[in-house]
């Protein structure tokens, strides 16, 4: 077995203090940072089987959370098998949101759900693709850096991996320390051509860290065919032993499953798995993902993995008293009987696909929950709205507050631009986010200032009015990847306007990813006639938030950013509350904005602010 247990003398004298010396060090490769530790971090490597999709993400980040809240430095990373350099050009159809970080990558969106438990704000070293790796590898060796030598996908692709993971441990630690758990989460399936080099290479970190340094944990699915009415096993037995072949043995097993796995089944899978039924965990359906970090501990898996990674000694009892306290006054009022009963449409093109928009899901979620709101999202496909039939087709719908998410390209824009007017002259909350921000602007400037034929320069590159146009900085661009203006900005807020009451604050961090802009010379226009732009850039005439007066309408926000990126559960984003706020007092015909409620407007400490 792998993680075999060593006499304390021995276990100094492992792989890697030796590994320095040996022959592959001559061969212009080093898999070990300048300054790093062997002993100082541990690694959780978390693998999928049998199929992908499983929610590796989930369980990797409330296993994370589990020893975070025991006040451990943890820090994730997602290993991606595609030749992507980001995930900034793949459509949300087939890979669901992009999500973006503060630093401006463009990742997978297992990141949002890191960032959302862990409440932390991740970077570029937290998401690595083969692309990358590959470009990493072929740039040094075009540039002599492996003269003389085959460059070969083990060691050199292998280290490389294993160079990423440890210089992870040293940037994300704190106090001069590295960090104490690395949480690695490997893309799709055990058996893939793609991720089979990240699998090698964890298993030789292992290796050479030594024993109790990596803890390995199969993710599998448990089937319960229709036609049988009963769980079974087989799948992830051969989806284990498929990941055995590799050479890895488990630690744990998380099973995911619509129902509780029986005690035969996780009896099943431990003796097949050489995993300890404790070990075997049931990850089955639940209301909330949020629920899971506390049925983990519930059964014991954060003592396990102390005792798995010879953690125990590093415990701060009194901090994650704290955590798990902060953490229960969020899950309790996920189960607590909900005080309201509202709907939000979300009108989009990907409104099929709902991971396309999982950070919106998310952050309704959060606000509702603090709002003590049940909130049913409808997914409204606008690609066929136009003036003539949207006002009937969302009468019908029955919405308290609506949402224009963001979006590119010209499918379903005038669908969009039919629904914001009927948000605005049907006095129906709404956010508009990015290209919402933006079709705000474009149905304002048409029929309230009269500009016939205003649109975004995206849509129509000779419109009349182009109140939306490319930032100046783009045009000059060429080629599509990680071009935009992306990632976290400063936004100073007008003081006294309604957005300065919603955030609390009058300067904000927010997440962009966007090409176009109001263009400066229509904001006079635009301002005469009553549209106000309560955030701007700093420095620069980049328009950022805007709102209608509460004599207008009860709720008219929108921002150039995506505020669904930094809505955490027990900080929720401001925009979202103040939206779901309105919807409730939609709904219950109370005025708004007085209804928005105290304890959040208090509170005012968002993880945007600045
Ligand atoms: N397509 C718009 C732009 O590039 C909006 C982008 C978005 O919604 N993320 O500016």
């Given amino acids: 077995m792998l993680q075999s247990r060593m006499p304390n003398q021995e276990k100094e004298q492992t792989f890697l203090s030796q590994f320095g010396k040996s022959e592959e060090s001559k061969e212009f490769y080093s898999p070990i940072p300048e300054g790093y530790k062997q002993g100082e971090t541990r690694y959780v490597v978390v693998l999928g089987t049998v199929m992908s999709g499983l929610g590796k993400g989930i369980f990797s980040s409330s296993l994370a959370k589990l020893l975070q809240d025991k006040g451990l430095t943890v820090t994730p990373v997602k290993l991606e098998g595609y030749l992507n350099i980001d995930s900034g050009t793949l459509n949300p159809f087939r890979h669901g949101e992009v999500f973006v970080l503060d630093d401006g990558t463009e990742t997978d969106m297992d990141l949002g759900t890191y960032e959302r438990i862990l409440d932390q704000d991740l970077s570029r070293l937290n998401f690595t693709t083969a692309g990358q790796i590959y470009t990493e590898i072929l740039s040094r060796e075009r540039a002599g850096g492996y003269l003389g030598r085959d460059v070969q996908m083990i060691p050199h692709v292998t280290g490389e991996v294993k160079r990423r993971l440890r210089q992870l441990a040293i940037d994300a630690g704190k106090n001069g320390k590295q960090a104490d758990v690395v949480f690695v989460e490997v893309g799709g399936t055990v058996g893939d051509y793609e991720n089979g080099f990240y699998i090698e290479a964890l298993r030789e970190l292992a290796y050479e860290e030594g024993p109790d340094s990596t803890c390995f944990v199969a993710l599998t699915y448990i089937v319960e065919p229709q036609i049988l009415g009963e769980q079974k096993s087989k799948p992830a037995q051969l989806g284990i032993k498929r990941l055995m072949e590799t050479g890895i043995q488990p630690h744990l097993v998380a099973c995911r499953a619509e129902l509780p796995v029986t005690d035969t089944v996780i009896q099943k899978i ?92 998310k952050a309704i979620e959060h606000a509702s929950t603090h709002l003590s709101a049940k909130t049913t999202i409808k997914w409204i496909d606008v690609t066929d709205f136009d003036t003539t039939n949207a006002d ?3 009468e019908a719908q029955d919405l308290d507050a609506v949402i224009v998410p963001g979006g590119f390209g010209e499918r379903g824009i005038e669908g969009k631009l039919a629904s914001v007017k009927w948000a605005r002259e049907h006095g129906i909350p709404f956010l508009g986010i990015c290209l919402g921000f933006q079709m705000a602007v474009v149905e304002f400037a048409r029929n309230v200032v009269g500009l016939d034929g205003a649109n975004s320069t995206e849509i129509e590159l000779n419109c009349a009015f182009p109140v939306i146009d490319e930032l100046p900085d783009q045009k000059e661009i060429e080629g599509l990847g990680g071009t935009m203006r992306l990632g976290g900005q400063d936004v100073q807020i007008t003081e006294g306007s309604f957005a300065a009451q919603l955030f609390g604050a009058t300067h904000v961090r927010e997440r962009f990813r966007h090409r176009y802009e109001v263009e400066p010379k229509f904001i006079e226009q635009l301002t005469n006639a009553g549209l106000i732009f309560s955030g701007r850039h700093p420095e620069h ?24 990126l930094t809505s955490r559960p027990l900080r929720p984003q401001p925009m979202f509350m103040g939206l779901v706020a309105a919807a409730i007092a939609h709904r219950t015909g ?13 509170s005012k400490s968002t993880p945007s602010t600045v």
């Fill in 270 to 361: 431990s003796m097949f798995s050489n995993v300890p039924k404790e070990c075997v965990f049931s990850m089955h359906d639940r209301e909330s993902i949020y629920t899971i970090p506390d049925a983990m501990r519930a059964e014991g898996l954060d003592r396990q993995i102390l005792s798995i990674l010879s953690l125990h000694s590093k415990v701060d009892a009194i901090a994650e008293d704290k955590a798990r306290v902060d953490w229960k006054s969020y899950t309790n009022a996920i189960s607590a009987e909900r005080m309201h009963n509202i709907n939000i449409g979300i009108l989009g093109k990907y409104t099929s696909i709902r991971d396309a928009y999982a950070s919106i899901d």
């Fill in 392 to 394: 009937s087709k969302l």
């Fill in 541 to 564: 005439e980049i328009m950022q938030v805007l709102e209608l007066p509460a004599t207008v309408h009860p709720y008219f926000v929108a921002g150039q950013f995506h505020p669904e």
């Fill in 590 to 602: 109370e005025t708004c904005p007085s209804h928005i409620d105290e304890r959040w407007l208090a």
